[in-house]
């Protein structure tokens, strides 16, 4: 039993340790980390490193694009794919199962199979150094398995609330809108989360296609941070901090939605 | 019923950025394996297999990163697998301290990968890392090194680094199996005298096989797949001792222009990953366990 509980707080700790650390890191100054990298700061936290970081006047730029590459994608995601998957799960047939198979086939292939013909894709579209650009690949990526989870779930809606709602003559986008989504919404929340996690997360598409500052996102920027600070933890942690807070409020608020929602993706990915 | 034909809008948005964006480039990767294109010029020639063949007989990195990527992902799954489960085999019951430590140890996999590196990156760092600190305060400095910077050990510096950011999250998979396993089964083992380990091995055990098929099955892709870690860390060295698939076919193609060649390897890295992925289908649908 002592050891049972011994192990759970070692876990915690190998948790807490690095958090508690980054935390601290950004409020030290670059000689005090050298000096003494887990202790406290002498005289009191300093905040230079987030003023700094904010004067150097891109972070929020990045921070907007990265608000604007991840609800567009997560939302225009999450509208085609449960479009798709009622589709499917209207059709019932060889034609839907058919479809299924195509767009399910995705989540087989890792981005970086695909990505030096995407990019050259991108080049010749003119969507290299776009949000826009960034937006469509995130969507065409994640949409496979998004419809996987959907019509996983639509599929056991009954079918008696369709027929039903023909019966009264309603059309198929009246039976999407007023009947599958309203009813799929436990599902559409779940994978909501995973995109959002998914794609505010995102390094490799901002990697390949942005180069321009100006369309820059935050994992994108945390790495060339990196190049410019090389080992000044502080500025990088404080870096790391400001990508993360949006995420890590999420989390604590709405903490079994995202276990929910990740796990979702995980089990059915 | 008749379903209205309208139903066909349904699929089209959907079809057409799916198409563009991920059926023609994977149908170009095909197409662009067997030639020598550079990505830049117009001109390419078609070379047969001569790729896959430099791939397989005459490309000594690309070996290399075949045997990290196996290295990387054992270490994951047979680490992550075993303090996933051996948790979540602590945590079961929903007491408030458990859901608490699930919600705690399950927080690293919010995290973006590139703040994971960095975190990572100082806990390893031979200066002020925080991991060669710790080892001199308890006396055990004569294994303090350079973790990242030592070709034997890097790629398991970096294996550690992607079990802390996932293992929380296969656990939570277990957590789900375990608590789906009827506690009757339990009060009957209990009855028949069984040992808590009989129990485990009878009932557990036999019950858990299909949470335990998913999460190996998704941490076996998940780690070879694994790109951002490795890239931000490490860029696949020290001499080569970290390139993995994904890293390599990013130099390939990126930082020495044979987008010809970089394609080829793509796709022998999609049929691999296809075949796990397969399995893992397979495995899911005989089960038919969802959450």
């Known amino acids: 039993m002592l050891f049972r509980k011994f192990s759970l707080l070692i876990y915690a700790l190998l948790i807490l340790i690095p958090l508690v650390v980054v935390l601290l890191t950004s409020v030290k100054t670059l000689q005090e980390t050298f000096r003494d990298p887990l202790g406290l700061p002498d005289g009191g936290f300093k905040f230079d490193n987030y003023i700094a970081i904010f004067q150097e006047q891109t972070m929020a730029g990045y921070f907007l694009n990265s ?124 994978t909501a989360i995973f995109l959002f996690v998914m794609h505010w997360n995102d390094l490799l598409y901002p990697l390949l296609f942005i180069t321009d500052n100006a369309y820059k996102t935050l994992p994108l920027a945390l790495l060339e941070f990196q190049g410019q600070y090389s080992t000044n933890y502080p500025m990088l942690f404080t870096g790391v901090i400001i990508a993360s807070a949006p995420m890590v409020i999420a989390y604590v608020f709405l903490q079994r939605y995202f276990v929910a929602g990740i796990t979702a993706g995980a089990v059915k990915g | 019923m008749k379903i209205s034909k309208s139903i066909y809008w349904f699929f089209l948005p959907g079809l057409v950025l799916y198409s563009l964006f991920f059926l023609y480039p994977t149908f170009s990767a095909l197409f662009y394996s067997f030639t020598d294109w550079d990505g830049l010029s117009e001109a390419f020639q078609f070379v047969g297999i001569d790729n896959y063949t430099r791939a397989f007989t005459g490309d000594s990195i690309f070996q290399k990163t075949i045997g990290n990527n196996l290295k990387f992902m054992l270490t994951v799954v047979v680490f992550q697998t075993l303090v996933a489960l051996a948790f979540a085999l602590i945590v079961i019951k929903n007491t408030k301290t458990n859901v608490f430590l699930r919600a705690l140890y399950f927080f690293p996999t919010i995290l973006s990968s590139v703040s994971v590196a960095f975190i990572w990156a100082f806990i390893y760092d031979p200066s002020m890392g925080i991991l060669n600190q710790v080892l001199q305060l308890v006396g055990l400095d004569f294994l303090a090194q350079n973790w990242l910077g030592n070709a034997n050990i890097a790629i398991y510096s970096l294996a550690i680094t992607q079990i802390w950011f996932h293992a929380g999250q296969m656990l939570i998979i277990f957590v789900a199996g375990l608590q789906a396993i009827p506690e009757e089964l339990y009060e009957v083992a209990k009855i028949e005298g069984a040992s808590k380990w009989q129990a485990f091995r009878s009932v557990t055990w036999p019950l858990l096989a299909p949470s335990a098929t998913i999460v190996v099955a998704y941490t076996t892709i998940q780690s070879f797949k694994a790109f951002d870690l490795v890239f931000a860390m490490t860029g696949g060295g020290p001499n080569n001792s970290t390139e993995i698939i994904a890293t390599y076919i990013y130099d390939v193609a990126f930082k020495s222009y044979q987008f010809g060649y970089a394609s080829s390897i793509s796709v022998i890295f999609m049929v691999i990953i296809a075949l796990i992925t397969y399995l893992q289908f397979k495995a899911l649908r005989s089960d038919r366990v969802s959450y």
């Open chain 1, 67 to 190: 608000t604007i590459v991840t609800l567009f994608s997560v939302s225009l995601t999450l509208l085609l794919a449960a479009m798709v998957a009622f589709g499917i799960t209207r059709m019932n047939n060889w034609i839907g199962n058919g479809l299924f198979g195509v767009f399910t086939l995705g989540m087989m292939v890792p981005a970086q199979v695909i990505m030096v013909p995407l990019y050259s894709l991108m080049l010749d579209l003119g969507l290299t150094n776009s949000l826009l650009g960034l937006i469509l690949v995130n969507i065409s990526s994640t949409l496979p398995i998004a419809v996987f989870i959907l019509t996983g779930f639509m599929k056991t809606l009954p079918r008696e609330l369709f027929e039903a709602s023909t019966i009264d003559g309603a059309g198929n986008w009246k039976m999407f809108t007023k009947v599958a989504i309203p009813l799929s919404l436990p599902s559409l929340s779940a």
